[in-house]
């Protein structure tokens, strides 16, 4: 392939991403957002519209904030956030990133196939060959789907966690955390080491998942999914996946907070308040944050600043996000 079919090939697989459920900018979860910042946008702009009344400014002023209050579509997409230089850097990640995965991860990448092999036959070597179990069809895709779920988030929970707790990992997950503003995109803003850790962590999940259920069920396994997705994976990127990254303030309230990290949880995770460093590393379930002792709810926060704070790293150009964590590991020795 020459790198006019290689290039058009990417672009063409980037642009797929709005059709595709797999991907968090699917068109669905991007509308399904949207749809759950109706209420808080008519919250906030009751809490405004009280705000106003109760002000000494004059009349041109309370209209002129009115009217701010009013547009839900600047609400939704201020210019300010999604033109700022934090989110270009976003954007061309999202298209840099893609070409570099594409280029080099196929050559030096972990795949599923022969680590799911491998634990199979680990399982017949120790525990000896059996039949497999007679269970219905729709029991083993249960069981097979709710296990690639909950292997899938405990593994990203754990490596975000080591992302944040081993200084060398985090010179490179800082990338993501240099963000000042956030956007669906942002959730693309990464060093692309770090993109090839989470790679090699979704071949191990799927191998050793898959590995273990072939054992017990046999080559037959289906997973229960919508429109290609894992159900679970889709139900949780449908329920506002894409307001994680960005300035709309979701919470799902103190009991549904226990077991499923809200937007507004995820915001606090990206907070420069010291207070908040090293919280919520979960991605869809609380309960891996709560066993580490890592858990917080939204109730009572406000006024979140992203980035961070006073050791943000200058990733203002493309060349100073891919660099900077070589530099400042450098710097260190």
Same mark, same amino acid.
């Given at each position: 392939?020459?790198?006019?079919?290689?290039?058009?090939?990417?672009?063409? %697989?980037?642009?797929?991403?709005?059709? +595709?459920?797999?991907?968090?900018?699917?068109?669905?979860?991007?509308?399904?957002?949207?749809?759950?910042?109706?209420?808080?946008?008519?919250?906030?702009?009751?809490?405004?519209?009280?705000?106003? #009344?109760?002000?000494? #400014?004059?009349?041109?002023?309370?209209?002129?904030?009115?009217? =701010?209050? +009013?547009?839900?579509?600047?609400?939704?997409?201020?210019?300010?956030?999604?033109?700022?230089?934090?989110?270009?850097?976003?954007?061309?990640?999202?298209?840099?990133?893609? *070409?570099?995965?594409?280029?080099?991860?196929?050559?030096?990448?972990? @795949?599923?196939?022969?680590?799911?092999?491998?634990?199979? &036959?680990?399982?017949?070597?120790?525990?000896?060959?059996? %039949?497999?179990?007679?269970?219905?069809?729709?029991?083993? /895709?249960?069981?097979? @789907?709710?296990?690639?779920?909950?292997?899938?988030?405990?593994?990203?929970?754990?490596?975000?966690?080591?992302?944040?707790?081993?200084?060398?990992?985090? %010179?490179?997950?800082?990338?993501?955390?240099?963000? @000042?503003?956030?956007?669906?995109?942002?959730?693309?803003?990464?060093?692309?080491? %770090?993109?090839?850790?989470? &790679?090699?962590?979704?071949?191990? @999940?799927?191998?050793?998942?898959?590995?273990?259920?072939?054992?017990?069920?046999?080559?037959?396994?289906?997973?229960?999914?919508?429109?290609?997705?894992?159900?679970?994976?889709?139900?949780?990127?449908?329920?506002?996946?894409?307001?994680?990254?960005?300035?709309?303030?979701?919470?799902?309230?103190?009991?549904?907070?226990?077991? /499923?990290?809200?937007?507004?949880?995820?915001?606090?995770?990206?907070?420069?308040?010291?207070?908040?460093?090293? =919280?919520?590393?979960?991605?869809?379930?609380?309960?891996? +944050?709560?066993?580490?002792?890592?858990?917080?709810? &939204?109730?009572?926060? =406000?006024?979140?600043?992203?980035? *961070?704070?006073?050791?943000?790293?200058?990733?203002?150009?493309?060349?100073?996000?891919?660099?900077?964590?070589?530099?400042?590991?450098?710097? =260190? #020795?």
């Amino acid at each position: 392939m020459n790198i006019h079919d290689f290039l058009t090939t990417n672009f063409l %697989e980037f642009a797929s991403y709005m059709n +595709d459920a797999n991907k968090r900018l699917y068109w669905g979860y991007l509308v399904s957002a949207i749809l759950m910042a109706i209420p808080v946008y008519y919250l906030q702009n009751k809490t405004e519209k009280i705000a106003i #009344n109760n002000t000494k #400014n004059d009349d041109t002023d309370n209209n002129d904030l009115k009217r =701010k209050s +009013d547009n839900f579509f600047t609400f939704i997409f201020p210019k300010n956030i999604y033109l700022s230089p934090s989110s270009r850097i976003d954007y061309q990640l999202l298209v840099v990133n893609k *070409v570099i995965k594409a280029a080099l991860f196929p050559v030096i990448i972990l @795949t599923m196939a022969p680590i799911a092999l491998f634990v199979s &036959a680990s399982f017949d070597n120790i525990f000896g060959a059996q %039949e497999f179990l007679p269970w219905s069809a729709t029991t083993i /895709i249960a069981i097979f @789907t709710l296990l690639l779920f909950l292997v899938d988030d405990f593994t990203r929970f754990l490596l975000h966690y080591l992302l944040h707790k081993i200084p060398f990992l985090w %010179e490179f997950h800082k990338v993501h955390h240099s963000a @000042t503003v956030l956007t669906p995109f942002t959730i693309y803003r990464s060093h692309p080491l %770090e993109n090839y850790f989470y &790679a090699c962590r979704m071949a191990l @999940t799927q191998g050793l998942v898959v590995g273990l259920c072939y054992y017990f069920f046999g080559p037959t396994l289906k997973m229960a999914d919508i429109l290609g997705a894992n159900i679970f994976i889709f139900l949780f990127n449908f329920l506002g996946s894409n307001l994680r990254h960005s300035h709309i303030w979701l919470s799902f309230g103190n009991r549904i907070e226990n077991w /499923i990290i809200s937007p507004a949880q995820h915001q606090i995770h990206h907070s420069i308040n010291p207070k908040h460093f090293d =919280k919520n590393f979960g991605t869809a379930l609380a309960i891996w +944050d709560r066993m580490f002792g890592s858990h917080t709810k &939204a109730k009572g926060e =406000k006024g979140i600043t992203f980035g *961070v704070g006073k050791h943000n790293p200058d990733h203002s150009t493309l060349l100073k996000v891919y660099l900077s964590p070589f530099l400042s590991l450098f710097k =260190k #020795n």
